[in-house]
């Protein structure tokens, strides 16, 4: 067997994550729980919309569609009618740095997806009838995702003006006029170039035996083809020295305001305490920033904060929609002083001992089913080149301080390193 052990970590009191690859560079983490008698089978590739290049944006998000139609063994269709025939459920999704496939199957069918799922890495077939019917599909989704959404216009706007030279800067759907001008001999390339065993992380967890998981991945996938050409690295991003706000007139009845500030990756050392503190300002109906702007001023009927868990230098994510009594640059006025004050003054550890239980009820919560399981062990995989982060992610998170949040909230939530847009209703 071509199959080289790499690691494990112990994933709660008695799973095992281990990790083997093949020869051809093909990544397998499995993680055996006989708990049910199902599997969670997941093929993440390491290519995302930040890979592509300009001119040529969308291909990701596309192929996450094409990746579901013929190939040269099955019809249209096929691929999915024998998944639900056998009672499982099959989906997809693209982002910024990969892109990944998940079939939840019963046991009884792994081999059926192992197979389905090497026959499509090979035998896609990317005809012109096939290709333009996937293109106007992605064309409506964002025509309805973005053209037609507000929230989605305005998302698009933050990342476009908060990124002047990394892939982050446009949406992973891609620009429209990229979408109408892909070429099947580009589409061709891509699918080589990408859709290679060692670009691959498999990722299956549930009720299996692990020997007999190896040899039907070798099976399956020991003869492909390596490929030559690694995802290529974004320009880097240079500081940001200045706010930069742009507003627009939308049909929306109340205005609102998305802001950007710069980040660090999410495998940087402050990245757990920027995202405790994110929780800890609006996580919550007793969250500082929900509790004095939406219940007791009433400024905003709304408020939000996260932290993008990216590869490559990040942005908070800080939203609210105003209401109607009450103008944006009120609204803006109290966050900034809101932000100012928790930033300048101790904050209280009842506080700290309330998100602390948030946060880690949700990351554990989120590794509770073989889905769930399978998900976050692929990204940690693809995003921080090894699955292990997820637990030292777990030990970052409980070791967060009082004192933490607030060196994060004074260093990362100022002025000169945000991006505003501003939403106003038309006249």
């Keep these: 067997m071509s199959w080289t052990f790499e690691c494990e970590a112990r994933l709660g009191t008695s799973l095992v994550a281990r990790r083997h690859r093949l020869s051809n560079g093909l990544c397998l983490v499995s993680v055996v729980d006989h708990s049910a008698p199902i599997v969670a089978y997941q093929s993440w590739f390491s290519v995302g919309s930040r890979h592509e290049q300009e001119g040529r944006t969308g291909m990701c998000h596309l192929f996450e569609h094409l990746m579901f139609n013929e190939t040269k063994s099955l019809p249209v269709g096929e691929f999915d009618r024998q998944i639900e025939a056998i009672g499982g459920d099959t989906n997809a999704a693209t982002w910024v740095d990969w892109t990944f496939y998940r079939a939840s ?44 959404d507000v929230d989605g216009f305005a998302g698009q706007e933050l990342f476009r003006h908060a990124f002047e030279t990394h892939g982050y800067r446009w949406p992973t759907i891609g620009w429209m006029d990229d979408i109408k001008a892909l070429s099947i001999p580009d589409m061709e390339q891509f699918y080589a170039d990408y859709y290679a065993p060692n670009n691959l992380t498999l990722v299956v967890v549930g009720d299996f035996e692990e020997s007999e998981l190896l040899a039907s991945v ?10 030559n050409v690694s995802p ?44 405790f503190a994110c929780q800890l300002l609006s996580g919550s109906a007793s969250a500082p920033l929900h509790r004095e702007l939406v219940v007791h001023r009433e400024l905003a009927s709304s408020i939000s904060c996260e932290v993008m868990p990216f590869r490559d230098a990040s942005l908070i994510e800080l939203s609210a929609t105003a209401t109607r009594e009450h103008t944006l640059d009120e609204l803006q006025e109290a966050i900034d002083t809101e932000l100012g004050a928790l930033a300048d003054k101790p904050i209280p550890q009842s506080e700290v001992d309330k998100v602390a239980n948030q946060v880690e009820t949700e990351f554990w919560g989120s590794l509770t089913t073989v889905d769930g399981k399978a998900e976050s062990l692929g990204h940690y995989q693809c995003v921080h080149g090894d699955f292990r982060a997820l637990f030292s992610m777990a030990e970052s998170l409980a070791a967060v301080t009082a004192e933490d949040v607030r060196r994060v909230l004074s260093t990362y939530f100022t002025e000169s390193t945000r991006t505003v847009i501003r939403i106003e209703p038309e006249a």
């Design 105 to 148: 199957i019963p046991k009884d069918a792994l081999g059926l997806i192992i197979s389905l799922e090497a026959t499509r890495m090979t035998e896609l077939v990317l005809t012109p009838k096939v290709v333009e019917a996937e293109r106007e599909v992605v064309i409506n989704e964002r025509l309805q995702c973005i053209h037609d």
């Design 218 to 227: 070798e099976d399956k996938y020991g003869a492909l083809v390596s490929s």
């Design 232 to 275: 290529p690295d974004s320009a880097p991003e240079p500081p940001q020295l200045g706010e930069r706000c742009h507003s627009y007139k939308k049909p929306v009845n109340s205005a609102r305001v998305l802001y950007g500030y710069k980040a660090p990756p999410q495998g940087h050392a402050d990245w757990p305490a920027i995202s």
